[in-house]
């Protein structure tokens, strides 16, 4: 995802000179490549977050796009009102771009884990979320980001994820359909743990049982009620790779709560609380329940549940 | 109580008489809507009224035009002193002066930029102006323009850690059309500044972090006139002033941060205020 973001956006700002794009003294080799063509849309502000933040949202207020990237918890938590009060109370259209989404940067700790991030920017007035499951949905997520003029939080993985749209960029929607399944209830995710979900999912067809699998690249209540809407009395696994305290699985419940939805949904994500253990990206999901076997036992169990009542 | 002022607008080169009459207009809308940081707008009142009086290109009718320059008061809490000026300027009617912290106004006690015109950025919280300013700064830069941006800060502020991130990336970006005014009244919320974070020697600081500094009288418009000229460099002014600047016994004291004058205390004041 991280070098298709670095790609795509090359691409773009060779078009369009008001694309900048800063980091916060991050992206190693990342950017050579867009630091070379154009040296003039390219800022390294430096280990100053707030300021970086507050510097974007004053070039976005002068016509700039600016997509400030950083590891994801250095440009949210480290300068949470300079993004509340600068970029969105202001909206300005500044896009975050936050890479190590979840559990990414494994043996690095938990300074470096982004695993509260959604919780707390989706709070936010005037910004929308953007969460690809895979560099397809990376393009079409700044794509999208730039038809609009408002405040962006692009939640990027790293580098490497496997691509799991077969389809192009331009036929993506907010909420994204990867496979239709049978009859046997949806599995709803958002970000890179999209992978292991479907890995979950060849593990359940073997035990005869066939989920919708859905993808939401783009974090839109809407498009999430009509999905809902359209599965009324369905069971619903959601599965992030960040903390169950008010993530993604959260906001699916927030949405099923104001609707006619009158099935069952259950969330699986990152316990809240600190994992003391040292370990890499897989070791992590492993113990936090996010392995495909994990996933697909826990379907299997819910769903017969559910289908018991 | 606002029935006594004409609501005249102040001419270009009356920087003086629009300080004395939105001193006037910052107590009485205190006043009338009990909610103050009179201290700090009497403060920082002389360096707004030069600055919307010709120093700074900008007026009701160049807002939003991109060879404008651009004034932020990052201390939002002197809403009352930037709304005075803003409303004697014409950027701001005196209806919206009068409606200052009443229900359903745009205009509260920290400054708000909402459907109004005047106000580049909504601040209250310390520390965001000099980013936000050191962003367009640079994006004027990147344009080629000759315009330039103003920051009025308090000296409190200076506690906060973006100012000095923003002071070494303003030198970095080499931004000779960023200007810092600091009020350096010498209080901030609770007690003197020295004895909370002492910020002396504070001119000192500015330049070892290669700006141009030049300390003047906060309240002399003359000096404010002077130093506000180009320089080769990001330059900061370090204007010394009184807070509650004007009316004797809001001078120099904490308490009128917090206190908006009652109807007695408002008499008092605009008496002084006249006979100076």
């Given at each position: 995802?991280?070098?298709?973001f670095?790609?795509?956006?090359?691409?773009l700002?060779?078009?369009?000179?008001?694309?900048?794009?800063?980091?916060?003294?991050?992206?190693?080799?990342?950017?050579?490549d867009?630091q070379?063509?154009?040296p003039?849309?390219?800022?390294?502000?430096?280990?100053?977050?707030q300021t970086?933040?507050?510097?974007?949202?004053?070039?976005?207020a002068?016509g700039?796009?600016?997509?400030?990237?950083s590891?994801?918890?250095?440009?949210?938590?480290?300068?949470?009102?300079?993004?509340r009060?600068?970029?969105?109370?202001?909206?300005n259209?500044?896009?975050?771009v936050?890479?190590?989404?979840?559990?990414?940067?494994?043996?690095?700790?938990?300074?470096?884990?982004?695993?509260?991030?959604?919780?707390?920017?989706?709070?936010?007035?005037?910004?929308t979320?953007?969460?690809?499951?895979?560099?397809?949905e990376?393009?079409?997520?700044?794509d999208?980001?730039?038809?609009g003029?408002?405040?962006?939080?692009?939640?990027?993985?790293k580098?490497g994820?496997?691509?799991?749209?077969?389809?192009s960029?331009s036929?993506?929607?907010?909420?994204?359909?990867?496979?239709?399944?049978?009859?046997?209830?949806?599995?709803?995710?958002?970000?890179?743990?999209?992978?292991?979900?479907?890995?979950?999912?060849?593990?359940?067809?073997?035990?005869?049982?066939?989920?919708?699998?859905?993808?939401?690249?783009?974090?839109?209540?809407?498009?999430i009620?009509?999905l809902?809407?359209?599965?009324?009395?369905?069971?619903?696994?959601?599965v992030?790779?960040?903390?169950?305290a008010?993530?993604f699985?959260?906001?699916?419940?927030?949405?099923?709560?104001?609707?006619?939805?009158?099935?069952?949904?259950?969330?699986?994500?990152?316990?809240?609380?600190?994992?003391?253990?040292?370990?890499?990206?897989?070791?992590?999901?492993?113990?936090?329940?996010?392995?495909?076997?994990?996933?697909?036992?826990?379907?299997?169990s819910?769903?017969?549940?559910?289908r018991?009542? | 109580?606002?029935?006594?002022?004409?609501?005249?607008?102040?001419?270009?080169?009356?920087s003086?008489?629009?300080?004395?009459?939105?001193?006037?207009?910052?107590?009485?809308?205190?006043?009338?809507?009990?909610s103050?940081?009179?201290?700090?707008?009497l403060?920082?009142?002389?360096i707004?009224?030069?600055?919307?009086?010709?120093?700074?290109?900008?007026?009701?009718?160049?807002?939003?035009?991109?060879?404008?320059d651009?004034i932020?008061?990052?201390?939002?809490?002197?809403?009352a002193?930037?709304?005075?000026?803003l409303?004697?300027?014409?950027f701001?009617?005196m209806?919206?002066?009068q409606?200052?912290?009443?229900?359903?106004?745009?205009?509260?006690?920290?400054v708000?930029?909402?459907?109004?015109?005047?106000v580049?950025?909504?601040?209250?919280?310390?520390g965001?102006?000099?980013?936000?300013?050191l962003?367009?700064?640079?994006?004027?830069?990147?344009?080629?323009?000759?315009?330039?941006?103003?920051?009025?800060?308090?000296?409190?502020e200076?506690?906060e850690?973006?100012?000095?991130?923003?002071?070494?990336?303003?030198?970095?970006?080499s931004?000779?059309?960023?200007?810092?005014?600091i009020?350096?009244?010498?209080?901030?919320?609770?007690?003197?500044?020295?004895?909370?974070v002492?910020?002396?020697?504070?001119?000192?600081?500015?330049?070892?972090?290669?700006?141009?500094?030049l300390?003047?009288?906060g309240?002399?418009?003359?000096?404010?006139?002077?130093?506000?000229?180009?320089?080769?460099?990001?330059?900061?002014?370090i204007?010394?002033?009184?807070?509650?600047?004007?009316?004797?016994?809001?001078?120099?004291?904490?308490?009128?941060?917090?206190?908006?004058?009652n109807?007695?205390?408002?008499e008092?004041?605009?008496?002084?205020?006249?006979?100076?």
């Open positions: 995802m991280r070098n298709a670095a790609a795509h956006l090359l691409n700002a060779r078009k369009d000179q008001s694309i900048l794009l800063i980091t916060g003294d991050l992206g190693f080799g990342v950017f050579d867009f070379k063509e154009l003039a849309q390219f800022i390294n502000a430096g280990v100053a977050e970086m933040m507050s510097m974007a949202a004053g070039l976005a002068s700039y796009r600016p997509f400030v990237y590891i994801a918890n250095f440009p949210t938590f480290r300068c949470l009102e300079q993004i009060n600068d970029v969105c109370y202001m909206d259209p500044v896009t975050i936050a890479v190590g989404a979840g559990l990414v940067y494994g043996v690095h700790g938990y300074s470096h884990h982004a695993v509260e991030d959604i919780t707390i920017i989706r709070s936010l007035p005037n910004l979320i953007y969460s690809p499951c895979d560099s397809v990376t393009i079409f997520s700044i999208k980001i730039l038809e003029k408002h405040p962006a939080y692009l939640r990027l993985g580098g994820e496997p691509i799991i749209n077969e389809k960029h036929d993506i929607k907010d909420v994204n359909i990867i496979d239709s399944g049978g009859e046997d209830g949806l599995i709803c995710w958002t970000g890179g743990i999209g992978f292991k979900v479907l890995q979950a999912a060849k593990l359940l067809k073997q035990r005869g049982l066939c989920p919708k699998l859905v993808s939401i690249p783009v974090l839109n209540s809407q498009a009620e009509e809902l809407l359209l599965n009324p009395d369905q069971f619903i696994l959601t992030e790779e960040h903390s169950l008010g993530g699985g959260s906001l699916i419940l927030e949405v099923a709560t104001g609707s006619i939805f009158s099935g069952r949904i259950v969330r699986l994500g990152i316990p809240q609380r600190i994992n003391k253990e040292i370990g890499s990206h897989e070791y992590l999901l492993e113990k936090s329940g996010l392995s495909p076997t994990a996933i697909s036992e826990r379907f299997e819910e769903i017969m549940q559910f018991l009542k | 109580m606002f029935e006594n002022l004409d609501g005249k607008l102040i001419n270009d080169d009356g003086e008489a629009l300080a004395l009459a939105a001193r006037i207009w910052a107590l009485k809308m205190t006043n009338a809507a009990n103050s940081h009179i201290g700090s707008s403060s920082v009142i002389d707004l009224s030069v600055l919307y009086s010709g120093v700074a290109h900008i007026s009701p009718n160049n807002w939003k035009t991109p060879d404008r651009v932020i008061l990052s201390k939002g809490h002197a809403a002193g930037l709304y005075a000026v409303g004697l300027k014409g701001i009617s209806q919206d002066m409606d200052y912290c009443k229900d359903g106004s745009n205009f509260g006690g920290h708000t930029h909402h459907g109004k015109i005047g580049e950025l909504s601040t209250g919280s310390l965001h102006g000099l980013p936000y300013g962003g367009i700064a640079l994006s004027l830069k990147m344009k080629q323009s000759d315009s330039k941006v103003y920051v009025v800060m308090s000296d409190g200076c506690d850690g973006t100012v000095w991130e923003s002071a070494l990336l303003a030198q970095q970006y931004l000779d059309n960023l200007i810092v005014i009020d350096r009244n010498r209080l901030q919320s609770l007690t003197s500044t020295e004895s909370t002492a910020l002396e020697p504070f001119a000192d600081k500015w330049l070892a972090f290669n700006w141009d500094v300390t003047i009288d309240h002399s418009h003359e000096d404010l006139r002077k130093a506000l000229v180009k320089s080769d460099k990001p330059l900061c002014v204007a010394n002033t009184v807070k509650g600047k004007g009316v004797s016994f809001m001078e120099n004291s904490v308490l009128w941060h917090y206190r908006p004058p109807l007695e205390e408002l008092v004041a605009l008496s002084e205020l006249e006979a100076n």
